[in-house]
């Protein structure tokens, strides 16, 4: 999507296809808009007269206007003055993407010109988000049925305020959409093509692109480090596992960044094998690998002053003939020995190596892993935020300030030494799995074995990944691509602190 910013005083709507947006808080009328005809304006204020619209949080209202320069209107409600936050915008754009898209808008202007108050990245994140389709497996419509998209957004604003950092920051927001909608692609794709090696082909696809160090290790690479936790998961698949890593170096600084993310590409549970009535859903286990990748994309391309180290565990949890068994033990990189009392918590084994080996080669200044964990966070969340959990209050915290920036929202999740105990092994150092209650806890407790003193968070984002209702910007039969835009902004704050 091209982006624009326009003051009001040398905007001029001429476009086909086009629509005219205007924020309205909740009965405030009447509306405001530099740009908003006579006409239309009184025809609006009667429709609002009548209670046809009042500007309620995340409602839209569209009014075909044939007679003016743009081709529509569309009222976008932001609820009351004091109840209004960033996400209520953000809603609002992925319902606009529904309308625009009936009415086959292709060219949008967002007039906040007399609206300082309301910020227009949100909207256009939304939008973004909204637009997203996944139907390559379907059959293409025909040329006249095609879906018309919102292919530019100009946002008009007032005079005295500033254009390039309003361009550049809204510029940032649409490309990091743009890679969340990567990362729903990844993980909506069907699992026969979507495989450890097919990651393995995007990531390089990104050092192609942006010219970052691309390394991927194969079984034998990884059987020589050691790395038997994640082998010993892949182990009942004919898709040999990838440990997939993507460097972005930077002279100017000497911080360094890492973001681990799970690549579970199916998981069957292994042995411990999940129940056959939502296993399709389990391609969508390696969500925490798309949106570590993706955000890495973006990253790749903005090249913040920071040094970024991306690193994916990629494995199929399959129960071919040498799939591993409940009961068996593997020593990881680290050395630890883990016992294997349940194939099904096999994300935390791979995640166990990728993160002792990050740590051992790029020794971090913080490290942040994603992944689709715990059964457990949904149960204790729900779909409207993912946990975190750290062994570093300020990188928590930096985590959760970027939640709530973008919309991802974190919840922290105590780590007491009492979790700890619980994944102790009997017959090893550890055990792959503790105690049913406070399952998500006990999975990060696990996980803590593996990073040293390398400050470092465990977002589980099981809850977030796919499957989310209500969120009008987000396809609940679809992935969310949940961690991208989080990923990538508590990435550039962390160069702001540098």
Request: glycine share 8%.
């Amino acid at each position: 999507m091209n982006v624009e910013v326009i003051a009001s005083d040398a905007c001029n709507v001429v476009e086909e296809e086009s629509c005219l947006i205007i924020p309205l808080f909740e009965k405030a009328f009447p509306l405001d808009s530099s740009l908003l005809s006579e006409t239309d304006e009184l025809l609006l204020q009667t429709l609002a007269d009548k209670g046809i619209f009042q500007g309620k949080a995340q409602s839209c209202y569209y009014v075909a206007t044939p007679k003016s320069t743009y081709q529509g209107v569309l009222v976008v409600g932001l609820g009351s003055r004091e109840d209004y936050d960033d996400e209520i915008l953000r809603r609002g754009g992925g319902k606009a993407a529904e309308l625009l898209q009936q009415h086959r808008v292709s060219h949008i202007y967002f007039d906040i010109s007399r609206h300082d108050n309301v910020p227009p990245l949100p909207f256009l994140e939304g939008l973004v988000l909204g637009q997203y389709a996944f139907d390559v497996y379907k059959k293409a419509p025909d040329a006249e049925d095609l879906p018309v998209k919102v292919q530019t957004a100009t946002v008009i604003i007032d005079n005295g305020v500033e254009v390039t950092p309003l361009l550049s920051s809204l510029q940032v927001g649409v490309l990091t959409c743009l890679s969340a909608n990567g990362a729903r692609h990844l993980a909506n794709t069907a699992p026969n093509e979507m495989t450890p090696r097919a990651l393995a082909e995007f990531a390089r696809g990104i050092s192609d692109e942006s010219g970052c160090k691309c390394t991927v290790l194969e079984p034998k690479q990884m059987e020589s480090l050691g790395m038997n936790a994640l082998l010993g998961v892949a182990r009942g698949s004919a898709q040999p596992p990838r440990l997939i890593i993507l460097e972005h170096h930077h002279s100017d600084t000497a911080k360094t960044v890492a973001l681990v993310g799970k690549g579970v590409t199916f998981d069957t549970g292994g042995i411990s094998i999940k129940p056959a009535a939502q296993m399709h859903e389990m391609k969508y286990d390696m969500c925490g690998a798309a949106a570590v990748l993706c955000a890495f994309m973006t990253l790749a391309e903005l090249k913040p002053a920071i040094n970024i180290v991306a690193v994916v565990p990629a494995a199929e949890n399959m129960t071919g003939d040498a799939a591993q068994r409940p009961g068996d033990i593997v020593k990881a990189y680290n050395g630890k020995t883990v016992e294997v009392h349940n194939t099904d918590a096999e994300g935390r084994l791979i995640l166990a190596d990728a993160m002792a080996y990050t740590v051992d080669k790029y020794k971090p200044d913080a490290m942040v892993d994603a992944a689709t964990l715990t059964g457990a966070c949904l149960i204790a969340l729900g779909h409207f935020a993912a946990g975190v959990f750290t062994n570093n209050q300020e990188v928590a915290d930096s985590l959760v300030a970027a939640g709530n920036a973008t919309g991802e929202r974190l919840w922290q999740m105590p780590l007491w030494k009492d979790y700890e105990k619980q994944v102790e092994g009997n017959h090893a150092d550890l055990c792959n799995i503790g105690p049913r209650e406070g399952g998500a806890i006990t999975a990060a407790a696990f996980l803590k074995n593996f990073v040293g003193d390398t400050p470092w968070a465990h977002v589980d984002i099981a809850g977030t990944a796919w499957g989310v209702k209500g969120v009008p910007y987000w396809n609940p039969d679809h992935a969310t691509g949940y961690g991208v835009r989080l990923l990538t902004r508590w990435v550039l704050d962390q160069v702001e602190e540098n």
